[in-house]
Protein backbone atom coordinates (compact mmCIF):
# COMPACT_ATOMS: atom_id res chain seq x y z
CA UNK A 1 0.00 0.00 0.00
CA UNK A 2 2.58 2.51 0.76
CA UNK A 3 5.35 0.93 -0.67
CA UNK A 4 8.18 3.57 -2.28
CA UNK A 5 7.35 6.16 0.11
CA UNK A 6 10.14 5.28 2.62
CA UNK A 7 9.42 5.88 5.83
CA UNK A 8 5.76 7.48 5.38
CA UNK A 9 5.21 3.88 5.17
CA UNK A 10 6.70 3.57 8.48
CA UNK A 11 4.68 6.39 9.84
CA UNK A 12 1.42 4.93 8.63
CA UNK A 13 2.24 1.51 10.52
CA UNK A 14 2.93 3.51 13.65
CA UNK A 15 -0.26 5.65 13.79
CA UNK A 16 -2.41 2.33 13.21
CA UNK A 17 -0.33 0.52 15.50
CA UNK A 18 -1.28 3.61 18.10
CA UNK A 19 -4.77 3.26 17.09
CA UNK A 20 -5.04 0.05 17.80
CA UNK A 21 -3.37 0.08 21.01
CA UNK A 22 -6.03 3.00 21.60
CA UNK A 23 -9.04 0.67 21.31
CA UNK A 24 -7.76 -1.63 23.13
CA UNK A 25 -6.92 0.47 25.96
CA UNK A 26 -10.40 1.79 25.95
CA UNK A 27 -12.08 -1.89 25.52
CA UNK A 28 -9.76 -2.68 28.45
CA UNK A 29 -10.95 0.20 30.19
CA UNK A 30 -14.47 -1.05 30.01
CA UNK A 31 -13.60 -4.35 31.43
CA UNK A 32 -11.54 -3.33 34.26
CA UNK A 33 -15.06 -2.44 35.46
CA UNK A 34 -16.27 -6.53 35.11
CA UNK A 35 -12.90 -8.20 36.46
CA UNK A 36 -13.42 -8.82 39.84
CA UNK A 37 -10.95 -9.90 42.26
CA UNK A 38 -11.39 -10.56 46.52
CA UNK A 39 -9.56 -9.59 49.13
CA UNK A 40 -9.15 -11.62 52.52
CA UNK A 41 -8.53 -10.71 56.12
CA UNK A 42 -8.63 -13.13 59.09
CA UNK A 43 -7.98 -16.18 57.57
CA UNK A 44 -10.98 -15.57 55.47
CA UNK A 45 -13.04 -14.21 58.11
CA UNK A 46 -13.22 -11.16 55.98
CA UNK A 47 -13.79 -10.64 52.31
CA UNK A 48 -13.89 -7.47 50.21
CA UNK A 49 -15.08 -7.69 46.67
CA UNK A 50 -13.47 -4.81 43.96
CA UNK A 51 -13.42 -4.36 40.30
CA UNK A 52 -9.89 -3.77 38.55
CA UNK A 53 -10.76 -0.67 38.81
CA UNK A 54 -10.30 -0.62 42.97
CA UNK A 55 -14.60 -0.05 43.52
CA UNK A 56 -15.70 -1.98 46.44
CA UNK A 57 -18.34 -4.03 45.42
CA UNK A 58 -19.17 -6.21 47.92
CA UNK A 59 -17.80 -7.28 51.65
CA UNK A 60 -18.95 -10.39 53.08
CA UNK A 61 -18.33 -10.65 57.27
CA UNK A 62 -18.25 -14.34 58.75
CA UNK A 63 -20.88 -13.62 61.71
CA UNK A 64 -18.41 -15.81 64.24
CA UNK A 65 -16.78 -12.54 64.46
CA UNK A 66 -18.81 -10.28 65.64
CA UNK A 67 -18.50 -9.74 69.26
CA UNK A 68 -18.84 -6.19 70.92
CA UNK A 69 -15.58 -6.41 73.03
CA UNK A 70 -13.72 -7.11 69.63
CA UNK A 71 -15.24 -3.92 67.47
CA UNK A 72 -12.03 -2.33 67.02
CA UNK A 73 -10.46 -6.01 65.68
CA UNK A 74 -13.58 -6.42 63.67
CA UNK A 75 -13.39 -2.81 61.92
CA UNK A 76 -8.98 -3.51 61.42
CA UNK A 77 -10.30 -6.92 59.41
CA UNK A 78 -12.82 -4.90 57.57
CA UNK A 79 -10.01 -2.36 56.80
CA UNK A 80 -7.30 -5.21 56.08
CA UNK A 81 -9.92 -6.82 53.41
CA UNK A 82 -10.30 -4.06 51.88
CA UNK A 83 -6.93 -2.83 51.35
CA UNK A 84 -5.80 -6.42 50.07
CA UNK A 85 -8.81 -5.81 47.40
CA UNK A 86 -7.62 -2.96 46.41
CA UNK A 87 -3.95 -3.94 45.92
CA UNK A 88 -5.14 -6.92 43.80
CA UNK A 89 -6.97 -5.17 41.87
CA UNK A 90 -3.89 -2.67 41.16
CA UNK A 91 -2.14 -5.87 40.37
CA UNK A 92 -4.78 -7.27 38.09
CA UNK A 93 -4.85 -3.81 36.43
CA UNK A 94 -1.13 -4.06 35.74
CA UNK A 95 -1.27 -7.38 34.54
CA UNK A 96 -4.14 -6.46 31.95
CA UNK A 97 -2.69 -3.75 30.69
CA UNK A 98 1.07 -5.69 30.85
CA UNK A 99 -0.90 -8.05 28.31
CA UNK A 100 -1.57 -5.65 26.00
CA UNK A 101 1.62 -3.33 25.95
CA UNK A 102 3.77 -6.80 25.60
CA UNK A 103 1.41 -7.94 22.36
CA UNK A 104 2.40 -4.88 20.91
CA UNK A 105 5.70 -5.78 21.11
CA UNK A 106 6.71 -3.22 23.97
CA UNK A 107 7.78 -3.77 27.55
CA UNK A 108 5.64 -6.05 29.49
CA UNK A 109 6.40 -3.68 32.54
CA UNK A 110 6.06 -0.44 30.56
CA UNK A 111 3.78 1.86 32.25
CA UNK A 112 1.28 3.53 30.04
CA UNK A 113 -1.65 5.84 31.74
CA UNK A 114 -5.22 4.89 32.40
Known sequence: MFKGLGQMGDMAKMMKAAQEMQQKMASLQE??????????????????????????????????????????????????????????????????MGKITEGMGLPKDMKLPF
Not at 41 to 57: D, M, Q, R, Y
Not at 59 to 65: F, Q, V, Y
Not at 80 to 86: C, L, S, T, V
Open 31 to 96: DMHNLMVTGESGAGLVKATCTAKGELKGLDIDPSIFNSDDKEVVEDLILAAIKDAQTKATEKAQEE
